[in-house]
């Protein structure tokens, strides 16, 4: 998803205005297409952080920052959606700035370093509590490795080759 804005230092506060084409991500997220001139692109209660972004956005604005970028997790009736966001910002003025912000669903990449993690955790208790020895071997070198428990090499020399 795509979006842009304009933003304004008025009275000491940033003022927001959002061009957001057409997408089916926007589609996904909201219900509906993306408006022009809306003063907010997310919802409180739909990004559970939202105070923190905003802050960290306008920090990065008023730091003279070229962009920043963030994952969050945004919920909807429908469903639980991680995203990246990376903006670029302009300095337009001293008290006006223009966004850019591409939004990309990473759902299915935080669903598999969520599994891998798991997966991982997994192999790593069965190794470590294995009630026998596991031992990884070298078939070129004929060398051996302990991996499960330390082993006395002449234990696994004697049992293994000959």
Not at 19 to 25: E, I, R
Not at 53 to 61: E, F, G, K, L
Not at 65 to 90: K, W
Not at 113 to 129: F, T
Request: some cysteine.
């Amino acid at each position: 998803m795509l979006w842009q804005a304009r933003v304004r230092r008025e009275q000491g506060r940033l003022v927001w205005r959002f061009h957001v084409p057409a997408s089916g991500l926007h589609r996904q997220l909201f219900g509906r297409d993306g408006r022009d001139d809306e003063p907010t692109l997310w919802e409180d209660g739909v990004v559970s952080d939202l105070s923190d972004m905003n802050a960290r956005s306008a920090s990065a604005i008023l730091s003279g920052d070229p962009g920043y970028r963030h994952e969050f997790q945004v919920v909807t009736e429908q469903a639980t959606l991680h995203v990246s966001e990376r903006v670029e910002i302009t300095r337009l003025g001293s008290d006006e700035w223009m966004l850019v912000g591409v939004v990309m669903d990473v759902t299915s990449r935080r669903l598999a370093e969520e599994a891998l993690r798991l997966s991982e955790a997994r192999y790593r208790q069965l190794v470590e509590h294995s009630p026998i020895a596991i031992i990884e071997m070298d078939m070129a070198s004929m060398s051996f490795e302990g991996v499960a428990r330390r082993i006395p090499e002449k234990t696994w020399r004697r049992g293994c080759l000959r």
